[in-house]
T-cell receptor
Framework: LAKTTQPISMDSYEGQEVNITCSHN???????ITWYQQFPSQGPRFIIQ???TKVTNEVASLFIPADRKSSTLSLPRVSLSDTAVYYC????????FGAGTRLFVKA | DTGVSQDPRHKITKRGQNVTFRCDPI?????LYWYRQTLGQGPEFLTY????????KSRLLSDRFSAERPKGSFSTLEIQRTEQGDSAMYLC???????????????FGPGTRLLVL
């Protein structure tokens, strides 16, 4: 199972774009990259998933370079309600959560 | 709401007591997972089911823990002789098993927060 490395924490201001990068050097050929968001006392919530290049949905974008050894979650124009922990996961159904990235959005 | 549900949401018990948690997955999902999460950490995998079969258990799952998924629908996680170290959030997730090589997304419930006094 591929291990991921993310920054422990990040600060931002409302209205800014936030990019969180995740390293996954030993990603396997069949592995997908998935990002989750978690608020205190709630279960993780699926944000976005991708395999290569770029994926965009109504919430975020996911950028994956050609070598797939890293990925970047991009949150456009964050608001206070985006303050949460963001997890990057790599693999199939047996995934390992790291400690995630604590994003704190300030007014 | 057709998401994953868990019951109870909170449980306080005394050390040595048994507790049981229930998870109702999204109805068409064939895989069900249990995780444990302590403060400041990401969820840790405990076990998972494919339909009614329990296919994998983590080494974290001591003999005091048992999980079942009768008929491949809801699941229960029982902790016997609880210890203070069992205090954590217990999360359930479900997914629709992907075809080989395809993506799979787990959908999580709200969790059951256990406090062992």
């Amino acid at each position: 199972l591929a291990k991921t490395t993310q920054p422990i924490s990040m600060d931002s201001y409302e209205g800014q774009e936030v990019n969180i990068t995740c390293s996954h050097n030993n990603i396997a050929t069949n592995d997908y990259i998935t990002w989750y968001q978690q608020f205190p006392s709630q279960g993780p919530r699926f944000i976005i998933q991708g395999y290569k290049t770029k994926v965009t949905n109504e919430v975020a974008s996911l950028f994956i370079p050609a070598d797939r050894k890293s990925s970047t979650l991009s949150l456009p124009r964050v608001s206070l309600s985006d303050t949460a922990v963001y997890y990057c996961l790599v693999g199939g159904f047996k995934t390992i959560f790291g400690a995630g990235t604590r994003l704190f959005v300030k007014a | 709401d057709t998401g994953v549900s868990q019951d109870p949401r909170h449980k306080i018990t005394k050390r040595g007591q048994n507790v049981t948690f229930r998870c109702d997955p999204i109805s068409e999902h064939n895989r069900l997972y249990w995780y444990r999460q302590t403060l400041g950490q990401g969820p840790e995998f405990l076990t998972y089911f494919q339909n009614e079969a329990q296919l994998e258990k983590s080494r974290l799952l001591s003999d005091r823990f048992s999980a079942e998924r009768p008929k491949g629908s809801f699941s229960t996680l029982e902790i016997q002789r609880t210890e203070q170290g069992d205090s954590a959030m217990y999360l359930c997730a479900s997914s629709l098993g992907a075809v080989a090589g395809g993506p799979e997304t787990q959908y999580f419930g709200p969790g059951t927060r256990l406090l062992v006094l």
